[in-house]
C-alpha cells in the first residue's frame, strides 16, 4: 500500500518546513546582516554557513520528510532516522554555528553552570549512551511513541545530550573543555562501547519488543504522532504490515543493526580525521612537541 494515502501534511510537514526556513534567515541576519551590531562577532566563514545549512538540510530530510513517516511505520526507518539525528546532525549543529555566537551561549549565566556540568567527557558520555538506552527498552519506548508531548521532549533532550557528547570533541570556544587528541581516541571508542548492549539487545531478541510496531492499536496510536486525526480517521489500517514484507523480527533485527552499522561509519570517520589532524601536527612541529612532552615528563617526575 503507497504512503501517499496518508496526505502532504503528513509526508513533508510543511509547518516544519516553514520553521526550519525562519531559523534559516535569522540566522543569517544574525552572522551577516546584524553582525556588526555584537562587539565579540566575527565575519561568517564559509565552512560555518555550509555546516548550518547541511544541519537545516538533513534535520528536515530526517524530520520532515517521507522518512519520518516511514520511521513510524517500520522500526529499520525509526533506527535509522535515529542514528542520523543523534550522530550527524549534531556535528553540523555545533560546526554550523560560528565560535563568537557559541561563546556568548556557553557564558550566559544558567547556560554556564549547564555546559560546565554536562560537557565534561565522563558526564557526556554517560548521559547520552544512557538516554540512549533507556529509550530503547520497550516500555519507555513505547510509552514515548504513544505522547507527543513526551516523544518531543525525549527527543529533544536525546538531541542535546548528543550535543554535549560531542561537545569536547569539536568545540572552538575559549576556555570550554578540550581534549587532547589520545583522549579523544578513547572518548570516541568507549561511546562505541556503550551504545553496543542497546543495539544488541534488539538485534539480537528472539521476538517483537515493541507494541507500537507489532500491536495494531497501538501502532495507530502511534501514527496519529505525524498523520493529522482526520486523515487517520478515514483510512481502515490494520498495521504496519500492510506497507512492508518485511516480518516484524528481521525489520527489528535490521533496524538494530543499521544503527550499529551507522554508528561505526560515523565514529570511523571521526576517528579517522582525528589520526590525520594529530599526524599532519606531529610532522609540521616535532621539535616543539618533543619539547613539550619533556617538559609534562619532567613536571611528573618532580611531584612523585
Excluded at 565575519?43 to 520532515?64: C, D, H, R
Excluded at 513510524?72 to 539525528?85: D, G, K, N, V
Excluded at 561563546?103 to 538516554?131: D, H, M, Q, S, Y
Excluded at 500492510?242 to 516484524?248: A, E, P, T, V, W
Aim: with cysteine.
Amino acid at each position: 500500500m503507497p504512503i501517499s494515502i496518508f496526505g502532504f501534511q503528513a509526508l513533508w510537514s510543511p509547518y516544519l518546513l516553514g520553521t526550519l526556513l525562519l531559523v534559516t534567515v535569522i540566522y543569517f541576519l544574525v552572522t551577516v546582516k546584524w553582525q556588526h551590531k555584537f562587539a565579540t562577532s566575527e565575519p561568517l566563514k564559509k565552512s560555518e554557513a555550509i555546516n548550518f545549512i547541511l544541519f537545516i538540510i538533513s534535520y528536515y530530510i530526517i524530520k520532515g520528510s517521507p522518512i519520518d513517516l516511514l520511521g513510524h511505520i517500520m522500526f529499520t526507518l525509526h533506527m535509522t532516522q535515529m542514528a542520523f539525528l543523534l550522530l550527524l546532525v549534531p556535528i553540523f549543529f555545533i560546526k554550523g554555528i560560528p565560535a563568537w555566537i557559541w561563546k556568548i551561549v556557553v557564558e550566559a549565566p544558567v547556560a554556564r553552570t549547564i555546559f560546565k556540568i554536562f560537557t565534561k567527557p565522563l558526564v557526556a558520555i554517560i548521559l547520552f549512551t544512557g538516554l540512549f538506552s533507556v529509550y530503547h527498552l520497550p516500555l519507555v519506548f513505547d510509552t514515548i511513541k504513544l505522547n507527543e508531548a513526551l516523544h518531543m521532549l525525549y527527543t529533544m533532550i536525546l538531541f542535546l545530550s548528543a550535543v554535549f557528547m560531542y561537545w569536547p570533541l569539536l568545540n572552538q570556544v575559549e576556555n570550554q573543555t578540550e581534549m587532547n587528541n589520545m583522549s579523544k581516541l578513547a572518548y570516541i571508542a568507549g561511546n562505541a562501547v556503550l551504545i553496543t548492549p542497546a543495539c544488541a539487545l534488539i538485534i539480537f531478541a528472539s521476538g517483537p519488543m515493541y507494541g507500537t510496531y507489532s500491536d495494531g492499536d497501538m501502532w495507530m496510536k502511534a501514527m496519529a504522532l505525524c498523520v493529522p486525526s482526520d486523515t487517520l480517521s478515514s483510512l481502515s489500517l490494520s498495521g504496519p504490515e500492510l506497507f512492508s514484507n518485511m516480518d516484524l523480527v528481521s525489520d527489528q533485527q535490521v533496524g538494530g543493526v543499521l544503527m550499529k552499522i551507522i554508528q561505526e561509519i560515523i565514529f570511523g570517520i571521526i576517528l579517522f580525521r582525528i589520526f590525520r589532524k594529530w599526524w599532519n601536527t606531529e610532522r609540521a612541529n616535532p621539535e616543539e612537541i618533543t619539547e613539550n612532552a619533556l617538559k609534562e615528563f619532567q613536571n611528573r617526575t618532580r611531584y612523585q
